[in-house]
């Protein structure tokens, strides 16, 4: 079992700006993970954006507390505390603290999708 607190070392060291507007944090990402490509945590200021942007990998975005507009593709939405947002491989994405206080997030991530899995499940 492996236990991280978002005060640990191996947490804090990863701090890094996301996107254009969050600080964020790998809570548990590659070093440990065999299955899952990554837990992140994200703080969103008032006015801040995690700019629109791609991934390869499938991701999920969970509203721990604040508010804001998630923007998935052409789908915006208003997003508060306990939303999940499903971003699939591949989608423009991005979030807009539209509330007065700040915005906290995690996001689970999966593997990044690879060409040669995809010709095996035919998703070109």
């Not at 492996?2 to 969050?22: F, P, Q, S």
């Not at 999920?60 to 998935?72: L, Q």
């Not at 007065?100 to 995809?118: E, G, M, R, T, Y």
């Amino acid at each position: 079992m492996i236990v991280r607190n978002l005060m640990d070392k191996e947490v804090l060291e990863t701090t890094y700006i996301a996107h254009g507007g969050a600080t964020a944090q790998m809570v548990l990402d590659r070093r440990v993970l065999k299955e899952i490509g990554f837990l992140a945590c994200a703080t969103l200021g008032k006015g801040k954006e995690i700019e629109a942007h791609i991934d390869p990998m499938e991701e999920i975005y969970f509203i721990m507390s604040g508010e804001g507009k998630m923007t998935v593709g052409d789908d915006s939405r208003h997003v508060v505390q306990g939303d999940a947002i499903w971003v699939p491989a591949g989608s423009s994405h991005s979030l807009l603290n539209t509330g007065q206080l700040d915005c906290f997030i995690l996001v689970v991530a999966s593997h990044a999708l690879q060409k040669d899995k995809c010709k095996i499940i035919n998703c070109e």
